[in-house]
Structures are given as structure tokens and as C-alpha cells.
């Protein structure tokens, strides 16, 4: 049986011991076949995708020609680049179509709506499920504890950064990256030349700001947090829920995409009911983790307030902050707080 692309991608930065191969074959065992297989041509992905660019072009119409109220064009902006980002997702996992061809063409044009390049997209994306949680090579653990939850949207453009940074592109991708961005700079040139900037501004760039909340918290953050396993059935969560499951497209079963990447969005939830005696077995987290302790609840208030998380208890890099404080006692309050606060993730 063919290994998951993420998987496969994710055991070789591992040692290839014996007890790393039989975890392998005892996760994938662990499923049922039909949930590995290649989604059906027409599947619930292309529905988001074709849903997605439908009302964009709404969107559009409702702007230039009907006239609609702002509420309302920010609404249906943000519900298209909500959906195209679960095809985006899909399409880097080879997901989203049975075709390579077309499963490329609906993850290029949804990174087109978002604002974001593809091979940029799956490459940072292929590195997280490599290294979930480590701090130096999980771009994502950067997105999730580097500030407070309200600006997780910007963070995500450290994901081009640690594109170039590690130098991850392959073959074509560098000209599929400039094609991408030349796109994009174009569209704003024009708005600028021909008068619609305002549209590009209120109905692209304030969707696009809203749903990198939203993907970044339930992308992200929520899946991961407390932030402190790297072990493969630890190092996400499950918080089980039908109405949650639809609103966002399965990422409340995101320690089964994890497990099993080229399971589609649609068969998270069957799949995670065909394994939850494993899951159990093994011990992995399947609640929200918000409120089962009142560290639990006042972690997420210092995140979405502040979120900036040393990796170490002693001799934090982060230490610099709490010179900047004006008096002694003031430092050691500022050292206290980043070493009661300090994820150090172990495996």
C-alpha cells in the first residue's frame, strides 16, 4: 500500500528504527482502506472550489452592479475564501481530485483567491506534518506562539519567508511562485490605474484578513495547543461535533488528517469513528482542552491577549523583553510570566 505523501515525507526526518517502521504500519493498519483511497472525481472538494469562485463572483457583481451593502460583500467574500481554504489544504495532500492535473489547477486557484502561492502552501504545509511542534522546524508552531490569536492572520506571511529561508521549492516552482505573485501584484496595479482599489481593499484584502483568523485558529492553533507533544498520536487533538465538523470542514478531527494525510476533509469524521478504539489505546487528546483546567482556560486568555511563547524555562531567548522593563520588579515579573508560559515540546 502507498504511504500517504505527508507521512511518507514526515518519517524520513526520523531515524528508521524498527520501533518508528512498526508505528508506521500499526497507524496505517489502523484505518479503514476505502478512507486511503483517491477521492472520487466529482467529490465534496470540487463542490468548495466551484462554490468558492461562484461567490467571488458575486461578490464582484454585487459590487459593480448591484450595489450591495458592505455587511454583505464582506460576507460572502469571506465565506469564498473560507471554503477555498480547505481546497487549498486538500490539493497540497493530493486530496482534493483523483487527477494530479486537476487536483494542481483547484490548489493553484485557490491560492489565487487567498492571496497565497501553492507551492509555497504545500511546501511550508508538508514541513509542519515533518515536524509538528518543534520550534525550530514546524513553520506553523511559529504562526500558533509568536503572538496574540487576533494577529495570527500576518504570521502567515512568515510561511513565504521559511519557504526561501530553508530553500523548499522543487523542480518548477519557483516560476509557478513568481507567476503567482505577478498575478497578484497586477490585480492591485490595476485597481490602483482603474479606480477599484477600494474593491480590492473592502472586498479581497478584509475577507482575506478574516479568514487568516479563522484558519489560523482552527488550522492551527486549536489543533495543537498546549503546544507540548511531538509524538505522532499527541501531537494534535480531536474535539468530536457534527455542526463544528461542517462549519469547519473537518480541522475538529485534525489529529486524523495528521495520522492519515491523504484522507479527504469529508471522511475525517467516518475515519475518525473507524479508529477511535486506537485512539483511545494510544491515549490521544479528543476534547477542545479549553476548560478541563483553569490553566488550561487562562493559557487561551494570555494567547489570544498576548501569545508570545519562550521554548525554554531557563535562559529564554526571550529574556531581552524583560530588559526593557523600567524597574527590578517589573523584570522579574515579565520573567516569571515567560517561563510560567514556555513550551518545550517533547516527543
Known amino acids: ?11 524520513a526526518q526520523q531515524p528508521d528504527t524498527l520501533a518508528s517502521r512498526q508505528g508506521l504500519r500499526a497507524s496505517v493498519s489502523a484505518v479503514p482502506k476505502e478512507f486511503l483511497d483517491p477521492p472520487a472525481a ?41 471554503l477555498e481554504g480547505t481546497v487549498i489544504h486538500d490539493a497540497c495532500h493530493n486530496a482534493a481530485h483523483p487527477s494530479r492535473f486537476w487536483n494542481a489547477v483547484m490548489g493553484h486557484g485557490a491560492a489565487l483567491l487567498l492571496g497565497f502561492s501553492f507551492p509555497v502552501f504545500t511546501r511550508v504545509h508538508l514541513q509542519h506534518h ?15 506562539t509568536f503572538g496574540p490569536l487576533w494577529l495570527i492572520a500576518p504570521r502567515f506571511f512568515y510561511h513565504e519567508f521559511f ?13 509557478e511562485w513568481g507567476i503567482a505573485r ?38 492551527d492553533y486549536l489543533p495543537h495547543r498546549p503546544f507540548q507533544s511531538r509524538n505522532r498520536w499527541h501531537n494534535a487533538r480531536v474535539y468530536p461535533g457534527r455542526m463544528m465538523n461542517w462549519l469547519i470542514m473537518g480541522q475538529n478531527y485534525h489529529l486524523v488528517h495528521h495520522l492519515w494525510p491523504s484522507i479527504p476533509w469529508f471522511e475525517y469524521r467516518p475515519a475518525y469513528h473507524a479508529t477511535k478504539d486506537i485512539l483511545d489505546a494510544k491515549g490521544s487528546p479528543q476534547r477542545l482542552g479549553l476548560f478541563e483546567s483553569r490553566s488550561d482556560f487562562t493559557n487561551f486568555i494570555y494567547d489570544v491577549l498576548l501569545g508570545v511563547r519562550s521554548h525554554k524555562r531557563r535562559r529564554s531567548k526571550l529574556r531581552p523583553i524583560a530588559a526593557l522593563m523600567p524597574s527590578f520588579r517589573s523584570k522579574r515579573h515579565v520573567l516569571a510570566l515567560l ?9
Open 1 to 11: 500500500m502507498a504511504l500517504p505523501q505527508g507521512m511518507t515525507h514526515a518519517l
Open 42 to 82: 466529482w467529490n465534496p472538494t470540487v463542490a468548495l472550489f466551484l462554490g468558492g469562485y461562484g461567490l467571488a463572483a458575486l461578490s464582484i457583481a454585487g459590487w459593480f452592479v448591484w450595489g450591495w451593502p458592505l455587511p454583505l460583500l464582506l460576507a460572502s467574500g469571506f465565506l469564498a475564501l473560507h
Open 130 to 144: 515533518a515536524h509538528v511542534n518543534d520550534p525550530k522546524n514546524d513553520p506553523d508552531h511559529i504562526v500558533s
Open 163 to 175: 519557504f526561501f529561508r530553508r530553500k523548499l521549492w522543487r523542480g518548477n516552482e519557483l516560476l
Open 182 to 219: 505577478g498575478i497578484f501584484l497586477a490585480i492591485v496595479l490595476a485597481g490602483v490605474k482603474y479606480g477599484f482599489i477600494d474593491f480590492v481593499f473592502n472586498c479581497w484584502f478584509a475577507p482575506a484578513l478574516m479568514v487568516g483568523v479563522t484558519l489560523g485558529l482552527f488550522f
Open 339 to 347: 517561563h510560567r508560559t514556555a513550551v518545550s515540546p517533547q516527543r
